[in-house]
């Protein structure tokens, strides 16, 4: 999907995005060095994301699969983007709630 909006700002470091995300009002992602901002979502984008969510977290109750819906980031190679939905191994010290 193309990004209508243009970056926020440009040729960054991966850390000084990670200062800007927590002070700003609208959620952004880190792409090839630029902060681009996220499109907003609507009710029915966010009942897809949990639905979603739920089909994925429940077939793994008892295996280290955990499920991410919101607020954690995916890191590839040259960004870091915000799913929607994000399945993830637990790491020792998280705990299954």
Known sequence: MPRLE???RKNLAVVEF??????SQEKHEFIQGQI???A???PRHNRLAVRLGSLLEN???NTRCLVAIADTLAQAVDALYDPNV???WEQK???RV
Not at 18 to 23: A, N, S, T, V, W
């Open 6 to 8: 243009p970056p926020v």
């Open 18 to 23: 990670l200062d800007f995300e927590p002070g």
């Open 36 to 38: 681009v901002p996220m």
């Open 40 to 42: 907003g979502g609507t």
């Open 59 to 61: 077939p793994g109750q």
């Open 86 to 88: 994000m399945p993830y």
């Open 93 to 95: 010290d998280h705990a």
